[in-house]
């Protein structure tokens, strides 16, 4: 899903960022995301929030188990439905 129209980045792209342990600061810098019109800035936060969020997770329990990682964002139930952030 294209979460800033101006630059056309994606939530994928966003989240490929994030997953590498860029900050959302960073990832503006990188992408320009949130940085025209500004309306996109709420949604990139929350995808850069859920991609730490659940990095997280998988960091402690890679520690005592290795995991499977989706090959697609849209596959982990981790993941919650993108819907909210379209409605701007």
């Given amino acids: ?3 800033c129209v101006c630059r056309r980045v994606s939530d994928r792209e966003i989240a ?18 949130a940085t ?3 309306r996109c800035e709420s949604c990139a936060r929350d995808v850069v929030a859920q991609c730490s969020a659940s990095g997280a997770v998988a960091l402690i329990q890679n520690a005592t188990q290795p995991i499977q990682l989706a090959n697609n964002i ?3 139930k981790a993941w919650p439905s993108s819907a909210f952030c379209s409605a701007a």
């Fill in 1 to 3: 899903m294209i979460v």
């Fill in 74 to 76: 849209l596959e982990s």
């Fill in 16 to 33: 490929r960022h994030a997953h590498a342990g860029m900050s959302f600061d960073e990832i503006q810098f990188e992408l320009g995301v």
């Fill in 36 to 38: 025209q019109c500004g």
